[in-house]
């Protein structure tokens, strides 16, 4: 955090109740984990379903700290000279002082939504963006409620640009996050099946997305997808700016089917010396659109995409033992498996291998999602299936006794990764593809 603020002013904005004898004291950041304060700090302590870091009050006061914003409830220790915000919602502290610093700051921000291709889309964005001026991005998983603030409040006067990536797992999440982020240009990768478990059908998924479109900064941009069978409705129910992406040849900045990445935009082709599977195009596309929209220059998205580095974990390449690896260990959902399989399936370099574990949180509708991957396999040529998980064993149950591929099925990777080391042994093309929690990266270290 990077905040310069009074502790009256931090009142203010939080809507605290000040207790302190010095409320002109400034607040320079605040400490959010016990165990690394240091005397002098300022602590807060967030509560969550699972979490209540007010018991940790009396630790870190010993310690040293002298301001702490804690929601109301407990009992201040007697003789202490700390100053004290208290307030009714811990989490709305952050935020409201989130997007306090965000709208205080000079940086364009542009938010990045969507089912898949949000961090490869950020990262290119980002790229780009860097050619042009200091730039900061959220990291990692920090992309909900909790991190996307966390990320605001790391802006400085340096930043030129901001770029965060906002993810979603309930119906209102883009909405609370983009409302911090206020983004003047707001973007959508797609919308395909991805936590139905809570989303329960597409349409409250494009519902949620869209959310960002209301969140965007007077004389905002929206940039959307225009392959997407949904949010090629934006086109009529979107009355802002826009720029959509895509192969449709209506889109305002057109992929052109070509082997290397180019694009047209306002009557003007551009061609990058780089080759791209389809899905990174489409990403590529957005984070081009998004800094056309920011008031980059086509010099710039070139220099940025060409210095792009692909994230590890997202369909990353490693050669290993003679065989050609594709890591993709990050997330998985139907969309996902599918663009992965694709790839799987123009491998030249046989047998076609594919490590698969479950895709998760998709509720009622994963039983039928798993078995959509066993057609999947044997569309694209997969000559051995090695699946795992609960859910995966819907696949196995239709690929165990079909022809030309030979299946494999325990309810962890452990309970065949012999015979998967077997089959390595004659080379090819492997694919390890699975939800996060599946912690499917970890078999390489096994085989």
């Known amino acids: ?88 919602d811990s989490l709305k502290a952050l935020q409201a002082l989130a997007k306090y610093h965000r709208m205080n700051s000079t940086l364009k921000v542009a938010a990045i939504t969507g089912s898949n291709g949000k961090s490869t889309t950020k990262q290119m964005l980002r790229a780009i963006c860097e050619t042009a001026g200091e730039t900061i991005a959220n ?106 992406f895509g192969f449709h040849p209506g889109a305002d900045l057109q992929i ?7 694009f047209t935009y306002k009557g003007e082709a551009y061609v990058l010396d780089l080759k791209l599977e389809h899905h990174d195009k489409l990403n590529a596309a957005a984070a081009a659109a998004a800094a056309i929209a920011l008031g980059l220059y086509m010099d710039n998205v070139k220099k940025g995409l060409m210095n792009y580095t692909p994230m590890p974990m997202r369909l990353e390449r490693l050669h290993q033992k003679g065989v050609e690896f594709i890591l993709d260990c990050y997330n998985a959902n139907p969309a996902s498996m599918q663009n992965a399989l694709e790839i799987l399936g123009r491998e030249i370099a046989k047998p076609r291998i594919a490590v698969l574990g479950d895709m998760k949180e998709l509720g009622d509708t994963s039983k039928e999602y798993h078995r959509l991957v066993a057609r999947q396999v044997l569309d694209n040529g997969v000559e051995y299936a090695f699946l795992a998980g609960p859910e995966m064993k819907y696949a196995y149950e239709k690929l165990k006794n079909a022809p030309g591929v030979k299946a494999f099925y325990a309810p962890t990777p452990s309970g065949w990764t012999k015979n998967l080391s077997a089959v390595l042994k004659k080379g090819g093309t492997c694919l390890v593809k699975a939800s996060r929690s599946m912690n499917f990266e970890n078999i390489l270290k096994e085989i």
């Open 139 to 244: 990291m990692g998983n920090f992309n909900n409620q909790f991190g996307v603030p966390f990320s605001l409040l790391e802006i400085q006067p340096k930043h030129k640009y901001g770029i965060f990536e906002l993810g979603a797992s309930h119906p209102g999440d883009i909405e609370e996050t983009a409302s911090l982020a206020v983004p003047d240009v707001g973007v959508i990768t797609n919308v395909s099946a991805a936590h139905l478990e809570f989303f329960h059908d597409l349409e409250t998924v494009y519902k949620t997305k869209t959310e960002i479109a209301k969140c965007l900064n007077f004389g905002g941009t929206l940039v959307y997808n225009a392959d997407d069978a949904l949010l090629s409705r934006l086109n009529t129910e979107f009355k802002g700016k826009r720029i959509s």
């Open 1 to 88: 955090m990077k905040l310069d603020l009074t502790l009256s002013k931090i009142a203010k904005i939080t809507g605290a109740e000040l207790i302190s004898s010095a409320p002109q004291t400034k607040v320079t950041a605040f400490v959010t984990d016990s165990r690394v304060i240091r005397p002098g700090d300022a602590f807060i302590a967030l509560k969550g379903k699972n979490h209540d870091a007010r018991q940790f009050i009396p630790d870190v006061l010993k310690k040293g700290a002298t301001v702490v914003l804690a929601e109301k409830g407990f009992d201040i220790p007697k003789n202490t000279k700390a100053s004290f915000l208290l307030v009714d």
């Open 256 to 262: 052109l089917d070509t082997e290397k990445f180019s």
